[in-house]
């Protein structure tokens, strides 16, 4: 069946700019996270939904991030007025509980590059 | 503060060998750990889950073991292939009220021909 899915897969954007990214996780999946992970480091956590519930943030760097899940599918990550230091490839993972273990799948990322 | 550390963090081996990556955490209180493959401008691939009331979990040349109380795990590599180079990430899922992963930095491993 179809993965976890991202978009765009690259986005290039100018420092003050805003951008949004895009998942969409396996169908039926319940739990889902944002991560960030920058250049030669391993990820690292930004959020975590259950359905549409937003049950974890602590990991977002700044007021600048915000993340939504509205319909409990579809996740959109937006950031703010973009600064050089935002640049990072951002993965969306998901997850469904299978006999109490939460295995998490991971997409192919976007990789945001802010100039 | 769970800490998650990988050593080394590069490797070079010669096609055939038998390796093991080193995966170390400093607060015992763990759901579970994964171990990820990572290929260059790709998303993660899990390739072994271990509970932690499990001690090692198999898949084909893979085995990873898991020592909770010493907070150390291992994933060994048997007949290293070019295929295998990759960059590996063990990540741990610790107690608490969500799922999160604390990801190590990884090691990134060079499988010569």
């Known amino acids: 069946g179809a993965g976890v899915s991202q978009s765009p897969r690259y986005k290039v954007a100018k420092r003050g700019q805003d951008v949004a990214l895009r998942c969409d996780p396996i169908s039926g999946h319940v739990s889902l996270f944002w991560y960030q992970q920058a250049l030669g480091q391993g990820p690292e956590f930004l959020t975590y939904f259950q359905n549409e519930a937003q049950l974890d943030k602590s990991g977002l760097p700044s007021d600048r991030f915000f993340a939504e899940r509205p319909e409990g599918s579809v996740s959109t990550l937006k950031i703010q007025r973009t600064q050089q230091e935002d640049s990072a490839v951002y993965l969306c993972a998901s997850s469904l509980k299978l006999a109490g273990v939460y295995e998490q799948y991971f997409g192919p990322g976007t990789r945001l590059t802010v100039t | 503060k769970q800490e998650v550390t990988q050593i080394p963090a590069a490797l070079s081996v010669p096609e055939g060998e038998n390796l093991v990556l080193n995966c170390s955490f400093t607060d015992s209180a763990i759901y579970n750990l994964q171990w990820f493959r990572q290929d260059p401008g790709k998303g993660l691939t899990s390739l072994l889950l271990i509970q932690s009331s499990q001690r090692e979990q198999t898949s084909g040349r893979l085995n990873a073991s898991l020592d909770k109380s010493s907070g150390r795990s291992t994933l060994y590599i048997a007949a290293s292939q070019p295929g295998d180079s990759a960059t590996y990430l063990c990540?741990?899922?610790?107690?608490?009220?969500?799922?999160?992963?604390?990801f190590g930095t990884g090691t990134l491993l060079a499988v010569q021909p």
């Open positions: 990540a741990v899922r610790p107690h608490g009220a969500t799922n999160k992963l604390i």
